[in-house]
């Protein structure tokens, strides 16, 4: 079975994993293997939690639905669904800059205030 070489960069933490991954893997489930934290919620690429951007590399990631096509198209990823297709170098992304990116034309109206109804704010 082939492997992969990945480099996470983790902007929250500034740390730097290096790992191999086998093909066929999820790269998220190898990092936690490996005895290293990154984030994660649901764990079925549903939101975007461990959402990263592809520095460099390929990976394959089917089941990432809670990632547009056009945001995937863009280099980003989320790590709980991905597998590696070539060595890679990836850098974590804040959550709420990727939902803002998926779903932000949906909320332009700026954020919900519970309570009120919109026509009197």
């Given at each position: 079975?082939?492997?992969?070489?990945?480099?996470?960069?983790?902007?929250?933490?500034?740390?730097?994993y290096e790992?191999?991954?086998?093909?066929?893997?999820?790269?998220?489930?190898?990092?936690?293997?490996?005895?290293?934290?990154?984030?994660?919620?649901c764990?079925?690429?549903?939101?975007?939690?461990?959402?990263?951007?592809?520095?460099s590399?390929?990976?394959?990631q089917?089941?990432?639905?809670?990632?547009?096509?056009e945001?995937q198209?863009?280099?980003?990823?989320?790590?709980?669904?991905?597998y590696?297709?070539?060595?890679?170098?990836?850098e974590?992304?804040?959550?709420?800059e990727?939902?803002e990116?998926?779903?932000?034309?949906?909320?332009?109206?700026?954020?919900?205030r519970?309570?009120?109804?919109l026509?009197?704010?």
């Open positions: 079975m082939q492997t992969f070489k990945i480099q996470i960069r983790d902007r929250h933490t500034g740390h730097e790992l191999q991954v086998p093909e066929g893997h999820y790269i998220l489930e190898s990092v936690e293997k490996k005895g290293k934290r990154l984030p994660f919620a764990r079925n690429g549903a939101c975007t939690t461990c959402a990263v951007r592809v520095l590399g390929d990976l394959h089917p089941e990432a639905m809670g990632l547009s096509l945001l198209k863009q280099g980003y990823a989320l790590l709980c669904v991905s590696p297709r070539s060595d890679l170098v990836v974590t992304q804040d959550e709420d990727v939902y990116l998926q779903f932000g034309r949906y909320f332009g109206k700026g954020k919900i519970a309570g009120l109804p026509d009197e704010e």
